[in-house]
């Protein structure tokens, strides 16, 4: 072989094996890349859904003439004259709600006393009858603008039920509550969550009449046309009801979701006849068509208008807290109503017990030990570190740890560099994909033995678990049981 053969030969071989290692390299980077995300299980949420389950908690807001009366319900004859706050201060309450770390606020705008909190022109029965700022005020406007002063998201309560409209029950009422829909939904900005109340009395003033009207609720509001209109005029709204379509009611006011709570539903059972409806809400149920999670609508007081009466009665902090563990902690969003005063102000009561509560939402869950902890699986999407066990420790809510497709149960441990003091184990599913595990539990290790701590049904958005502190280096979560391959965004430990 002549020299510059030999030199040609020997560059062709370098050539290939650089070639080769490059290929190789490159596959092998691929074939990480390659491994392809579990498919979804449907249904999963909308983007405006998920940014609803991120809020976690928001505030509701009941106000009007029934603050002035003492009642709950108010008939609908109640003189607009008589709402009159002396020291209305709405930024004091959207203020106190964005300190305590609520994202949201949703305003009763119209309860069943059919008074309205802004001057709508299709009626007589508003604010612009009563003494409040000479009949210029809109407390509507001025909630509105103050959610957008404080970095807060703006919702509505319109009462369906109208005690106060001569026309209830009759197709006018329809046009006039549409009307109504028409002016909140065009001159305040954008509104995130429209709250349609299920309660509808009968009896009320009805423009004089004073008599019972019944209507069929199932058709009555002919709900399609409304949804539509609304949504024509605010594309990202959502609606709560009973039966959603986009948020469901939990079948209970007294502030939890179920500890088995799917956030998906088929509408069409609700109304089927079923005896255990309220269960069906508090629960959800697994195989359901729609994505349609539990919001909890709770009051920090007995009732959801302002009594002085109450004013000892006001959720303590630590009952808030528990509140909080039974629907955030449940994978739900919570909805906590904070009723302003005659004065039209948050009561000093009221504004001690939310300080109180973000105290303890600050002090239990501010030093996450997972932080700094290692953790392991049994095994992962296939073998791939894109599906590693560190996802869930990164945080970061869209990598997360997730199996082979045909791995519908396994285990993941946390280890720490030290013994630590455990009580609560907080973890989440990545709903974008679906809502999947259907049990678990929580083992620590205690003189050399695993110890099972803790033993739970669903996960969703996110789950916390309260556990009797414990000493422990090492914590285990079993998945038990799953629709698909568990998908686990995020783990914490406090
Ligand atoms: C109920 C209403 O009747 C209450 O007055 C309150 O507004 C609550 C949030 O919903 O159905």
Redesign the pocket.
Same mark, same amino acid.
């Given at each position: 072989m002549s020299t510059s053969l030999k030199t040609k030969s020997i560059s062709i071989i370098k050539a290939f094996t650089i070639t080769c290692c490059f290929i190789l390299l490159n596959s092998a980077c691929t074939s990480t890349n390659e491994v392809s995300p579990p498919e979804p299980i449907y249904p999963v949420p909308t983007e405006d859904q998920m940014a609803w389950h991120e809020m976690e908690m928001n505030a509701?807001i =009941?106000f009007t003439t029934n603050t002035f009366t003492g009642k #709950? %319900?108010g008939y609908g004859d109640e003189s607009p004259e008589i709402f009159n706050p002396t020291d209305m201060d709405v930024e004091q309450w959207v203020s106190t709600i964005n300190d305590a770390g609520f994202k949201g606020v949703i305003l009763?705008t119209k =309860? =069943?006393d059919g008074f309205c909190l802004w001057p709508s022109e299709y009626t007589e029965h508003s604010v612009k009858n009563s003494p409040y700022k000479d009949g210029k005020g809109d407390v509507v406007k001025e909630v509105s603008d103050a959610c957008k002063k404080f970095g807060l998201k703006f919702g509505v309560?319109l009462s369906p039920w109208d005690r106060n409209f001569k026309e209830y029950g009759q197709p006018e009422y329809i046009t006039y509550f549409r009307n109504q829909l028409k002016e909140l939904l065009t001159n305040y900005g954008p509104v995130f969550e429209m709250w349609f &109340?299920?309660?509808n009395g009968g009896d009320g003033y009805y423009g004089g009449a004073k008599e019972t009207r019944k209507i069929d609720n199932k058709t009555y509001y002919d709900w399609p046309n409304t949804i539509k209109l609304a949504r024509e005029l605010q594309p990202h709204i959502l609606f709560f009801s009973d039966a959603g379509p986009d948020i469901r009611w939990v079948g209970n #006011?007294r502030g939890y979701v179920g500890e088995t709570n799917w956030n998906t539903m088929t509408p069409d059972t609700l109304y089927a006849g079923k005896a255990d409806i309220n269960d069906l809400l508090n629960a959800g149920s697994e195989d359901g068509t729609d994505w349609i999670p539990g919001e909890v &609508?709770v009051s920090i007081r007995p009732g %959801?208008f302002y009594h002085a009466h109450e004013d000892s009665k006001v959720k303590t902090p630590e009952q808030l807290f528990d509140i909080y563990l039974t629907s955030v902690g449940r994978g739900s969003v919570l909805l906590l109503?904070i009723p302003p005063d005659r004065r039209g102000l948050v009561h000093e009561n009221d504004v001690e017990s939310l300080k109180g509560f973000r105290a303890l939402l600050d002090e239990r869950f501010s030093n996450n030990i997972a932080d700094k902890a290692k953790a392991t699986a049994d095994s992962y999407r296939g073998k791939s570190k894109q599906y590693g066990p560190a996802n869930m420790l990164d945080n970061n809510m869209d990598t997360y740890w997730t199996t082979d497709d045909d791995v519908k149960t396994g285990s993941f441990e946390i280890a720490f560099a030290q013994p630590e003091e455990v009580s609560y184990i907080l973890l989440q599913e990545y709903i974008k994909l679906g809502q999947r595990v259907k049990g678990f539990n929580v083992e620590v290790m205690k003189n050399n033995e695993w110890q099972q701590v803790s033993n739970a049904t669903t996960m969703g958005y996110k789950r916390i678990l309260k556990i009797d502190p414990v000493t422990t280096q090492r914590i285990r979560i079993n998945i038990t049981d799953s629709k698909a391959c568990p998908v686990i965004s995020n783990v914490e430990v406090y």
């Amino acid at each position: 072989m002549s020299t510059s053969l030999k030199t040609k030969s020997i560059s062709i071989i370098k050539a290939f094996t650089i070639t080769c290692c490059f290929i190789l390299l490159n596959s092998a980077c691929t074939s990480t890349n390659e491994v392809s995300p579990p498919e979804p299980i449907y249904p999963v949420p909308t983007e405006d859904q998920m940014a609803w389950h991120e809020m976690e908690m928001n505030a509701f807001i =009941h106000f009007t003439t029934n603050t002035f009366t003492g009642k #709950e %319900w108010g008939y609908g004859d109640e003189s607009p004259e008589i709402f009159n706050p002396t020291d209305m201060d709405v930024e004091q309450w959207v203020s106190t709600i964005n300190d305590a770390g609520f994202k949201g606020v949703i305003l009763t705008t119209k =309860h =069943h006393d059919g008074f309205c909190l802004w001057p709508s022109e299709y009626t007589e029965h508003s604010v612009k009858n009563s003494p409040y700022k000479d009949g210029k005020g809109d407390v509507v406007k001025e909630v509105s603008d103050a959610c957008k002063k404080f970095g807060l998201k703006f919702g509505v309560y319109l009462s369906p039920w109208d005690r106060n409209f001569k026309e209830y029950g009759q197709p006018e009422y329809i046009t006039y509550f549409r009307n109504q829909l028409k002016e909140l939904l065009t001159n305040y900005g954008p509104v995130f969550e429209m709250w349609f &109340d299920g309660a509808n009395g009968g009896d009320g003033y009805y423009g004089g009449a004073k008599e019972t009207r019944k209507i069929d609720n199932k058709t009555y509001y002919d709900w399609p046309n409304t949804i539509k209109l609304a949504r024509e005029l605010q594309p990202h709204i959502l609606f709560f009801s009973d039966a959603g379509p986009d948020i469901r009611w939990v079948g209970n #006011e007294r502030g939890y979701v179920g500890e088995t709570n799917w956030n998906t539903m088929t509408p069409d059972t609700l109304y089927a006849g079923k005896a255990d409806i309220n269960d069906l809400l508090n629960a959800g149920s697994e195989d359901g068509t729609d994505w349609i999670p539990g919001e909890v &609508d709770v009051s920090i007081r007995p009732g %959801w208008f302002y009594h002085a009466h109450e004013d000892s009665k006001v959720k303590t902090p630590e009952q808030l807290f528990d509140i909080y563990l039974t629907s955030v902690g449940r994978g739900s969003v919570l909805l906590l109503n904070i009723p302003p005063d005659r004065r039209g102000l948050v009561h000093e009561n009221d504004v001690e017990s939310l300080k109180g509560f973000r105290a303890l939402l600050d002090e239990r869950f501010s030093n996450n030990i997972a932080d700094k902890a290692k953790a392991t699986a049994d095994s992962y999407r296939g073998k791939s570190k894109q599906y590693g066990p560190a996802n869930m420790l990164d945080n970061n809510m869209d990598t997360y740890w997730t199996t082979d497709d045909d791995v519908k149960t396994g285990s993941f441990e946390i280890a720490f560099a030290q013994p630590e003091e455990v009580s609560y184990i907080l973890l989440q599913e990545y709903i974008k994909l679906g809502q999947r595990v259907k049990g678990f539990n929580v083992e620590v290790m205690k003189n050399n033995e695993w110890q099972q701590v803790s033993n739970a049904t669903t996960m969703g958005y996110k789950r916390i678990l309260k556990i009797d502190p414990v000493t422990t280096q090492r914590i285990r979560i079993n998945i038990t049981d799953s629709k698909a391959c568990p998908v686990i965004s995020n783990v914490e430990v406090y």
